[in-house]
């Protein structure tokens, strides 16, 4: 299973940019996904989760009202748009692959995800 992230770059704040996360070699049907963060000196943090259909999704207190997770199924790709950038969203960003649940659900833990993608950079300047 391999986890490609994109689309993350540089803006100013207040600025809008809408992260892809690729998965292949595995359906994300049942799978939840999430987001996570690392800025430098700092440890990696839950940024947002999405349960399998996408009925659910679930926020890092920070993000709420700006970021918006989603994804597509049928592209076995998940999105996170974020608008109203903050510099200290300035971060790498991660997705990640969760559990596979019948039941919908999200989670915030990193340890339950198993697999991470490489990481897409974001900066944004005041």
């Known amino acids: 299973v391999q986890l490609q992230a994109f689309g993350g770059g540089s803006v100013q704040d207040g600025g809008s940019l809408r992260l892809s996360c690729a998965v292949s070699?595995?359906?994300?049907?049942?799978?939840?996904m999430g987001w996570f963060r690392q800025a430098p000196g700092k440890e990696r943090e839950f940024v947002s989760s999405?349960?399998?259909?996408?009925?659910?999704?679930d926020y890092a207190e920070s993000v709420k009202g700006r970021f918006t997770i989603s994804r597509d199924n049928t592209k076995n790709t998940v999105y996170l748009q974020m608008d109203s950038l903050k510099p200290e969203d300035t971060a790498v960003y991660y997705c990640?692959?969760?559990?596979?649940?019948?039941?919908?659900?999200?989670?915030?833990?990193?340890?339950?995800?198993?697999?991470w993608g490489q990481g897409t950079q974001v900066t944004v300047s005041s």
């Open positions: 990640a692959l969760g559990p596979s649940r019948l039941k919908e659900s999200t989670t915030t833990r990193t340890r339950d995800y198993e697999t």
């Open positions: 070699g595995r359906a994300l049907s049942y799978s939840i």
């Open positions: 999405i349960s399998r259909s996408g009925r659910y999704t």
